[in-house]
Each structure stands twice: as structure tokens, then as C-alpha cells.
């Protein structure tokens, strides 16, 4: 599980030490907002409602799996719902269709694979909220110098003169070759 205690003692903080929550929930969030946008998909269990048009056919796909209920849309009827893939099957009245449901993975259920890249992203982001090391940047050249995310806001790097650095957050990214090789798994492609 997830928990505020597990990100305070992963950034080497004391677990009841909340004197950086606000950093360390901005790294999550920055985490988990990259982690969905390369997934296609969210990840945290809440009511959702997606729009889809008529021509996209009678497979759809919803973005926060696992579905856990759904409503069944006026004039339509859900043939099949794969709640795990998230996968319906619809017949479709009319020329939208509007599912709302409940969906996504809870910090209990959340499986230890997908916790482990989002800590994984989470570490790269905190570091990156640090304070160059004295006599570097964080940023190299060409490097990224902000993000800016749907419903998080904007993350801005460290930037600096060329030279070492203790923290290389900003050179390799916030998504890791390791995260990446996890989340790939994960990813809904969609023809």
C-alpha cells in the first residue's frame, strides 16, 4: 500500500514526520499523473463517466480498470463488460453513449508490481524538488526544465551550469527504464 508513512520514510524522513507532506504529495501526484498518461488509463479507484460517439463501433473501451459497477446507459445495452480490461461490448442506440461507472484500483488492492513504479517515478520526482547540489544543475543541456499536468500543475526542475550533480532526476527523467518496463503492462493501446 501507498500510504503518506511509505513516501515520508522512501524520501528518508521519519514516518510521522509531516513536515514535507506538501512536496511529497506533489512527487506522487507528478508520478502517478506521468504513470496514467503513458498508460492511458487511471489507476486510482473513483466514480467515473466517459463519453464515447457511435462511431467507434460496439467495442469500447473505459480508462479506469478494473470496473468495479457500472449503470447501464439509457437506450443501450451493455451486452458484455470485461471488469478487469475494461472491455464493453454495447449495442448502441443513439449516436453517444455515456457510460458511468466505478473503477480503478484502491490502496488495498493496488497490485505490488504497479506500487512499485509509481514509487520507483515518485523517487525521481522527489529528487527532483531538491536543491541542486552546490556547483551543478539539474538539468542538462537540452534537458526538460518543466511539466506541466492535467490536474496537478506544473513541476519545474533545477537549472544550472553544466557539471556533476547529486541529483540527476531532471537528466533521466521521471519515468525510469524500470518503471517503464513495468507499466508497459499496463497500457491500453486503442486502434
Same mark, same amino acid.
Given at each position: 500500500?501507498?500510504?503518506?508513512?511509505?513516501?515520508?520514510?522512501?524520501?528518508? *524522513?521519519?514516518?510521522?514526520?509531516? %513536515?514535507?507532506? &506538501?512536496?511529497?504529495? /506533489? @512527487?506522487?501526484? $507528478?508520478?502517478?499523473?506521468?504513470? +496514467?498518461?503513458?498508460?492511458?488509463?487511471?489507476?486510482?479507484?473513483?466514480?467515473?463517466?466517459?463519453?464515447?460517439?457511435?462511431?467507434?463501433?460496439?467495442?469500447?473501451?473505459?480508462?479506469?480498470?478494473?470496473?468495479?459497477?457500472?449503470?447501464?446507459?439509457?437506450?443501450?445495452?451493455? *451486452?458484455?463488460?470485461?471488469?478487469? %480490461?475494461?472491455? &464493453?461490448?454495447?449495442? /448502441? @442506440?443513439?449516436? $453517444?453513449?455515456?457510460?458511468?461507472? +466505478?473503477?480503478?484500483?484502491?490502496?488495498?488492492?493496488?497490485?505490488?508490481?504497479?506500487?512499485?513504479?509509481?514509487?520507483?517515478?515518485?523517487?525521481?520526482?522527489?529528487?527532483?524538488?531538491?536543491?541542486?547540489?552546490?556547483?551543478?544543475?539539474?538539468?542538462?543541456?537540452?534537458?526538460?526544465?518543466?511539466?506541466?499536468?492535467?490536474?496537478?500543475?506544473?513541476?519545474?526542475? /533545477?537549472?544550472?551550469?553544466?557539471?556533476?550533480?547529486?541529483?540527476?532526476?531532471?537528466?533521466?527523467?521521471?519515468?525510469?527504464?524500470?518503471?517503464?518496463?513495468?507499466?508497459?503492462?499496463?497500457?491500453?493501446?486503442?486502434?
Amino acid at each position: 500500500m501507498i500510504t503518506p508513512e511509505k513516501l515520508r520514510e522512501r524520501a528518508g *524522513l521519519a514516518a510521522i514526520d509531516a %513536515s514535507k507532506d &506538501v512536496e511529497l504529495n /506533489a @512527487a506522487f501526484a $507528478t508520478a502517478l499523473a506521468i504513470a +496514467e498518461n503513458y498508460c492511458n488509463r487511471k489507476f486510482m479507484f473513483s466514480a467515473d463517466s466517459e463519453t464515447f460517439t457511435r462511431d467507434r463501433g460496439i467495442r469500447l473501451q473505459l480508462h479506469r480498470i478494473p470496473v468495479t459497477t457500472y449503470t447501464e446507459p439509457a437506450g443501450s445495452e451493455i *451486452l458484455y463488460l470485461v471488469k478487469k %480490461s475494461g472491455v &464493453v461490448l454495447i449495442l /448502441a @442506440a443513439g449516436e $453517444t453513449v455515456t457510460i458511468d461507472y +466505478e473503477g480503478g484500483y484502491t490502496e488495498a488492492t493496488i497490485p505490488a508490481d504497479l506500487e512499485l513504479a509509481l514509487l520507483l517515478m515518485f523517487d525521481n520526482a522527489y529528487a527532483s524538488l531538491k536543491p541542486a547540489a552546490a556547483g551543478g544543475g539539474t538539468v542538462g543541456a537540452g534537458g526538460i526544465e518543466s511539466v506541466t499536468l492535467k490536474d496537478v500543475g506544473t513541476v519545474c526542475f /533545477a537549472t544550472g551550469s553544466s557539471g556533476s550533480s547529486a541529483n540527476t532526476a531532471g537528466v533521466s527523467g521521471l519515468l525510469s527504464s524500470d518503471a517503464a518496463s513495468i507499466l508497459r503492462f499496463y497500457r491500453i493501446e486503442e486502434c
